[in-house]
Structure formats: structure tokens, C-alpha cells
């Protein structure tokens, strides 16, 4: 699975889009991105994951760029119970479901 | 999504203690995960838990360590056997599901937090 870089840390302001960059350069063509979160002592929560087409569900917005080697995660309002760690994972899919975790961005919301 | 749940929630035990700890899910899942959660850090990955056979363990992690049953589609224990303090760490389980375009996510228990003293 190719690798992903995060920011380690980065402030938001509840209310405003907050825009989580990820880059995975090695990608292959068939590798999906995958967001997950982990709020404080909770196990980590699927949030989303695409291709090559951005994504957008009940919780956040997927973009992918046209040549893939990076993506952005969007918060479109962020709240003080969106401060967590945000893991950025690519993989291919296949039999094993295996998740590989880096050490993801932590976000805070600030009132 | 499935609904999964995890017991005990947090212990505190003693050094050359084993615990075990409990995944229960609420419906069916074709595979089912144990990850560990050291402090401050990622996760990472002990075993898969495979239905009627021996579970698949990660480099570094060894079967009389972590002992892993899981009887059905919808149970599993992992067991932190001869404990030390840096047995000290979440555990978390997590299942398997498969979504469109032969993606596949997974989907995380509330964890497991073991202080071994």
C-alpha cells in the first residue's frame, strides 16, 4: 500500500470548513483513499473513501486531485466534537481488509 | 454499519496476570481484527481472527501472547497472556465489511484500555 504524508497538527475555527490535506504520490491505480478518525478515547470511526472521483457524504467531502497524488478531506462546518486525529490510508482492495495506520493529523476545533 | 461492543471497557491488572477480552458484534462479519493502541501512539495491527481456525498473526506478534479464539461469525477474544507494564495500551477490534466498487471498510469496537501495573 503506498504511503500517505499529514500534517501532524493544524487548528480550525468552529463554524468554518476545515480542509485536511493528505499526500499519497506513490499511488496506484487501483488504491483507494481512506479517512478515519479517532476522537479521544473512542476506536476510530470510518468517515470516507474514493478513487478517483471526489466524494461527499453525511459527514465530510472527499477531493481527490486529477493525477491522485494527493487528496483533501472537508469538514464543511466544523464542531468542537470534530477535534480528533484524522488518518489519511491508501490501499488496494483486496481479501485481508488490512488497514495500515500513520500517525494522522490531530485537529482541534477552537470555539 | 455493524454495531460492535467490547468487554471489559478498561481494567487495571497485575504484572504475570492474563485478561481476556471479549468483541461481540451484531450481526454477522466475514473477518474480524485486533489492533493495539500503545500511549500516544497509532494503531497497530496483532491479528486477523479467522472463524474455525488459527488466527493470522502480524510480524511481532506471537500466538502464546496473544491467544485469539473466535467461534462464530459474530465473536471473538483476544487474550494479553503473562502481562507486563507495557502490555499497557487500548485494544480495539474491528470488523470487516465490504462496500462498492470493491472497496472494503472497517469498522471499530469502543476498545479495550488495560493499565497493567
Known amino acids: 500500500d503506498a504511503k500517505t504524508t499529514q500534517p501532524t497538527s493544524m487548528d480550525c475555527a468552529e463554524g468554518r470548513a476545515a480542509n485536511l490535506p493528505c499526500n499519497h504520490s506513490?499511488?496506484?491505480?487501483?488504491?483507494?483513499v481512506y479517512w478515519y478518525r479517532q476522537i479521544h478515547s473512542q476506536g476510530p470511526q470510518y468517515i470516507i473513501h474514493?478513487?478517483?472521483n471526489n466524494e461527499t457524504n453525511e459527514m465530510a467531502s472527499l477531493i481527490i486531485t486529477e493525477d491522485r497524488k494527493s487528496s483533501t478531506l472537508i469538514l464543511p462546518h466544523a464542531t468542537l466534537r470534530d477535534t480528533a486525529v484524522y488518518y489519511c490510508?491508501?490501499?488496494?482492495?483486496?481479501?485481508?481488509?488490512?488497514?495500515?495506520f500513520g500517525a494522522g493529523t490531530t485537529v482541534t476545533v477552537r470555539a | 454499519s455493524a454495531v460492535i461492543s467490547q468487554k471489559p471497557s478498561r481494567d487495571i491488572c497485575q504484572r504475570g496476570t492474563s485478561l481476556t477480552i471479549q468483541c461481540q458484534v451484531d450481526?454477522?462479519?466475514?473477518?474480524m481484527f485486533w489492533y493495539r493502541q500503545q500511549p500516544g501512539q497509532s494503531l497497530t495491527l496483532i491479528a486477523t481472527?479467522?472463524?474455525?481456525?488459527?488466527?493470522?498473526?502480524e510480524s511481532g506478534f506471537v500466538i502464546d501472547k496473544f491467544p485469539i479464539s473466535r467461534p462464530n461469525l459474530t465473536f471473538s477474544t483476544l487474550t494479553v497472556s503473562n502481562m507486563s507494564p507495557e502490555d499497557s495500551s487500548i485494544y480495539l477490534c474491528?470488523?470487516?465489511?465490504?462496500?462498492?466498487?470493491?472497496?472494503?471498510?472497517?469498522?471499530f469496537g469502543p476498545g479495550t484500555r488495560l493499565t497493567v501495573l
Open positions: 474491528s470488523v470487516g465489511s465490504r462496500s462498492g466498487m470493491r472497496a472494503d471498510t472497517q469498522y
Open positions: 506513490t499511488i496506484s491505480g487501483n488504491e483507494y
Open positions: 474514493g478513487l478517483k
Open positions: 490510508i491508501v490501499r488496494a482492495p483486496s481479501n485481508d481488509y488490512k488497514l495500515s
Open positions: 450481526s454477522q462479519v466475514t473477518m
Open positions: 481472527a479467522n472463524q474455525g481456525s488459527e488466527a493470522t498473526y
